[in-house]
């Protein structure tokens, strides 16, 4: 398994690589088709931001991808974290497959994580911008996949294309805790 870790707007010491790599090895090492781990710690230099330590965590096993993020206001507790952020979807995609082998429906499988709630400041009014553009390969997949490739990397809708009508689709999170689908007429 290749764990590559990286800055941004932070020197990365020896000492914040080496526990990078140590928890998460630990975590990954009995998890067979793990690929590739990124590691991205950032600090976000604003003072009126509180939690400005950042660690995000992309893991590639086996074609899925399972990504985490977690900010606090310091990058080691940060790494902790997002380490049992992933250790915890791990177990969740090893039960999956555990269950897809004994044909057990994937609805019983994917757990409900609650989703966290930003709130905006009082010192200004917010105002939405778009800030980040991505852009991506869309695979052809049926909504049960595409809901689970939701749940492995911690979002609350996931884009995909339909393997079934080939058009684009969105599966989303509703408050009720099930999946919503969304398909062009």
């Not at 590559?4 to 932070?10: E, Q």
């Not at 230099?45 to 096993?61: H, R």
């Not at 909504?143 to 009508?165: D, S």
Request: aromatic residues 6%; proline residues 3%; without cysteine.
């Amino acid at each position: 398994m290749d764990l590559v870790v990286k800055g941004k707007n932070i020197d990365v010491t020896d000492s914040l690589r080496d526990y990078a790599q140590k928890k998460l090895g630990r975590i990954t090492k009995n998890i067979q088709g793990v690929i590739e781990t990124q590691v991205e710690l950032s600090v976000i230099k604003n003072k009126s931001v509180p939690d400005n330590q950042i660690a995000e965590v992309t893991l590639i096993a086996n074609g899925t991808v399972i990504r985490g993020v977690e900010t606090t206001d310091n990058m080691y507790a940060s790494i902790d974290l997002v380490s049992d952020k992933i250790e915890r979807q791990l177990r969740k995609y090893h039960d999956k497959l555990h269950a897809k082998n004994n044909r057990t429906k994937v609805s019983e499988v994917i757990m409900e994580e609650m989703a966290s709630l930003e709130t905006a400041t009082e010192e200004a009014p917010f105002v939405p911008q778009i800030v980040r553009l991505k852009s991506f390969e869309l695979k052809p997949m049926g909504p049960e996949e595409a809901a689970h490739q939701m749940e492995m990397l911690g979002h609350t809708f996931y884009l995909f294309l339909n393997q079934e009508t080939n058009a684009v689709n969105v599966v989303y999170h509703r408050k009720d805790g099930n999946f919503g689908l969304i398909e062009p007429q």
